[in-house]
């Protein structure tokens, strides 16, 4: 799915509460945009979500103005007073309730499995608010994509959480190769330091040539000829 956002606004001038925005987040393209003060981000990751409307500009998906349709396919991830689990859960407590949300098992077993499967089980009894960003970032996004109507992702902020920026950026990175679509609202500093490091290549492989031709083959005959000239009338999808 393609987010994006026109120019997004919340007010004008420098003391706007949201300046001026555009960004996309498409498949196989992760899309970052910077916001600096202390309720920015939030405001940001509402709009981009579909959940607040910009007093300017517009957030449309696949090319359409639908903020229904964003709320229903994007989760937000961690934003501040909306989406942020209390620090002093433990993980496993986390990943229990965000399974009652998906519609999931969410007995004490069912959320040990899921920690085993991403790589966090030895984590189960830590507090959300002492595990290292990357790992924090893996656990929320991991328990947001579990929804299965969501195809995309608005993280927020997470450099404020501290750690190494490297870090959780590649699990941003896991998840646009797994396809979905991730915005990330994040502060300038944080930004910068993205743009300078490489980005993989995400788009799948070009299939493989095509088999050689077989040159023993008897010659068509001309019913067959007819056949394989005749123009193909089918409708290809135009879905991605």
């Known amino acids: 799915m393609r987010l994006e956002l026109h120019g997004v606004a919340?007010?004008?001038?420098?003391?706007?509460?949201?300046?001026?925005?555009?960004?996309?987040?498409?498949?196989?393209?992760?899309?970052?945009?910077?916001?600096?003060?202390?309720?920015?981000?939030?405001?940001?990751s509402l709009v981009a979500?579909?959940?607040?409307?910009?007093?300017?500009?517009?957030?449309?998906?696949?090319?359409?103005s639908d903020d229904a349709a964003i709320r229903a396919s994007f989760a937000l991830v961690d934003t501040p007073t909306v989406a942020e689990p209390f620090a002093?859960?433990?993980?496993?407590?986390?990943?229990?309730?965000?399974l009652a949300l998906a519609g999931l098992r969410a007995d004490k077993a069912s959320a040990r499995l899921l920690l085993h499967?991403?790589?966090?089980?030895?984590?189960?009894?830590?507090?959300?608010?002492?595990?290292?960003?990357?790992?924090?970032?893996?656990?929320?996004c991991e328990l947001a994509v579990l929804r299965p109507e969501v195809r995309g992702l608005i993280l927020t902020t997470p450099e404020r959480h501290g750690g190494d920026v490297a870090a959780w950026?590649?699990?941003?990175?896991?998840?646009?190769?797994?396809?979905?679509?991730?915005?990330t609202i994040t502060g300038f500093a944080a930004l910068?330091?993205?743009?300078?490091?490489?980005?993989?290549?995400?788009?799948?492989?070009?299939?493989?040539?095509?088999p050689?031709?077989?040159?023993d083959t008897a010659p068509p005959s001309p019913d067959d000829t007819a056949v394989?000239?005749?123009?193909?009338?089918?409708v290809e999808s135009d879905k991605p």
Do not use: C
Request: aromatic share 4%.
């Open 192 to 210: 910068a330091t993205i743009e300078s490091l490489p980005t993989p290549e995400f788009a799948p492989a070009e299939s493989a040539a095509a």
């Open 228 to 234: 394989a000239t005749t123009p193909d009338t089918s």
């Open 169 to 183: 950026l590649s699990v941003v990175h896991d998840l646009v190769g797994r396809d979905y679509s991730v915005l």
């Open 49 to 64: 979500g579909g959940r607040m409307r910009p007093e300017t500009g517009r957030v449309t998906v696949d090319g359409r």
């Open 88 to 98: 002093a859960l433990t993980v496993v407590q986390v990943a229990r309730e965000e």
């Open 117 to 140: 499967e991403i790589g966090l089980r030895e984590h189960e009894r830590t507090r959300l608010s002492a595990l290292p960003t990357e790992l924090r970032v893996r656990l929320l």
């Open 10 to 44: 919340i007010g004008d001038g420098p003391g706007a509460a949201l300046p001026p925005l555009s960004a996309v987040a498409d498949r196989w393209t992760p899309g970052f945009v910077a916001v600096e003060t202390e309720n920015a981000p939030t405001l940001a």
């Open 212 to 215: 050689e031709t077989d040159t």
